[in-house]
């Protein structure tokens, strides 16, 4: 009983996510932990199929080479913390591993962490799951683990799109309210460009 009310101290959360497909979102966990400090967090995040994880980089002075990376720590973060990852291409999974070797995270809510997602073409709207959520605060005295969260994932299909040809007399390109058009290359607007809708900027 002891070991559920600690974990009940902290929990994490994500809005629903809507993205279009090409198209990449950066995400944020947020953590509220009112009534306790958190050292350490340990979390794995799994998307459905058609969304990956984007792999960032970052210059290392010190070392002379790039730093390759899946997520950020947020500004929540002291100066010693520590963030380590393992993804997971097969299972798509990201594992994180957050530790503030003694110090705490800042305030009582906000994110944590965050990592950008992309939606390739054959992406469909799902579930992210959040699961082996496990936290302690800086001695290792108090700390609990939390059930697995289900965040919706909605995929929309792009309108980003640009016809190469649209003013091919193969083509059957309409305006929104249905009207033929032979040449759309110098009008913008959205058409519908052999049964695709299309954006010309």
């Known amino acids: 009983m002891a070991f559920a009310q600690q974990a009940e ?6 809005e629903p996510i809507t993205i279009e ?3 990449t979102k950066t995400i944020s966990i947020n953590m509220t932990n009112p009534s306790v400090d958190v050292a350490s967090f340990i979390l794995g ?3 459905p199929a058609g969304l ?6 970052l210059w290392n002075d010190d070392d002379e ?3 390759y990376f899946y997520a950020s720590l947020t500004d929540r973060k002291l100066s010693k913390f520590v963030l380590s990852e393992n993804y997971d291409t097969d299972k798509n999974t990201l594992k994180m591993v957050i530790n503030g070797m003694g110090q705490v995270f800042k305030g009582t809510e906000g994110a944590i962490v965050s990592f950008t997602i992309a ?15 496990s936290w302690s605060n800086a001695d290792a005295s108090l700390g609990g683990e939390r059930p697995d969260i289900n965040v919706d994932i909605t995929v929309t299909l ?3 799109m640009v016809p190469t040809i649209v003013n091919n007399d193969d083509a059957n390109v309409y305006t929104l309210d249905g009207r033929k058009i032979s040449d759309v290359r110098k009008s913008r607007g959205i058409y519908i460009v052999n049964g695709k809708k299309m954006i010309i900027k």
């Open 45 to 47: 995040v799994e998307l």
């Open 52 to 57: 990956t994880f984007v792999q960032d980089k």
């Open 158 to 160: 792009s309108t980003k």
């Open 9 to 14: 101290l902290v929990n994490l959360s994500v």
């Open 119 to 133: 939606a390739t073409e054959t992406a469909t709207s799902g579930q992210m799951k959040i699961y082996d959520q």
């Open 21 to 23: 497909t090409g198209e």
């Open 65 to 67: 080479e790039w730093n």
